[in-house]
């Protein structure tokens, strides 16, 4: 990459916001996010917003990535991890432009990265159970993956879901090129894991979203349950001989409750 | 009766064939893709003139009624046709996705670059040269 294009010094850290129409409030979650970690770059996805999203980002400051038309949320996220492989940053954090994610929990992400060595970490607003705790239903639902993933990964989690995460360089390397498209966070995990990488995760409270619809409505909740397990249990048989194999660095607890 | 089914059958497929031939030449399908659905007219026209064709692989295949034997074939071709055009998109969404978040990288580059050119030119050679140097000037 021409070092020309880049005429920034190398930062270290990048906030992914995935946005789409959220013109009312990604200056306000750009400002929290800046006022949270002010050496970070902001690097706001407009995922095809209809509205002012992007325009309103910019004025916060943020950098903006505008995607010609709507990717869904994988493809958004990606387009970040993209970003951020290419900018040589070390960390990358995914923060939802909907207000559910709180940016003040963010040191505990990257203290959590750091401390465990994992390649990414996972904000879990089940550990401590504390703040927004989703509906009864979801619940089953998060449950049910978790077990899942627990399994298929040998590594405790209890909110695969969460997709407020700190991922390192391997994990920016490994989502730049190979992402899921759609309900990409439990998959995202399973991908890490058949490569070899290993996550952790850390408590954070997590607020109910402030605006926006949820991309998970009751309607699509099965569809996404069986989605979810069938990508899960389809990548998992393929690479059923690997994961059979004792894997030291799987075993270990790596989760941070401290 | 039968005679006439065949003509007809025939004729559809001939008919099939030159759609697909007049779509390649104006380039509005590719050769790949209209390799298959000329393979598939073909067969049908060929079952058409030799109708005692059908009946011998039905015969072989212990199928006693030999038209259904031609739905069977029909309803495989299509499925494997879709099954084609299916991957055919996945594998075009895939690109097209792949397009679009470079896109968005590279404009936000060039807004950057000619941000800076355009608004704070000297910000933006100091920059320049302090980033292609940079290693050197901090040993000095």
Redesign the interface.
Known sequence: MN???????QPKLLIIVPAYNEAGHIRRVVGDIRRAVPDADIAV?NDGSTDATGAEAALAGA???????N?GIG?AV??GF??AA?HGYDVAVQIDGDGQHDPADLHLLLDALETTGADMAIGSRFLEKAGYQSTFSRLIGIRLLALLVSLLTRQKATDPTSGYRACGRRAIALFADHYP?DYPEVEALALMHRQGLRFAETPVTMKPRASGQSSITPLRSAYYMVKVTLALLIHHRLHAASAHKPQPAAGVETEGSA | MIAYALVLSFAISFGFAAVVVRHVRRKRMNERHALLWLGLSTLVMLLSLFPRLLDRVARLLNVTYAPSLLYMLAILGMLFLLLHMTLAVSKLTERSNRLAQLVAIQEEKLRRLYGETGSRAGDGTENRSRDEFGNRSLHE
């Open positions: 070092r020309l294009l880049c005429p920034r010094n996805v950098t903006v990535l505008d995607l010609p038309y990717l493809g990606q387009t993209r970003y290419r498209a």
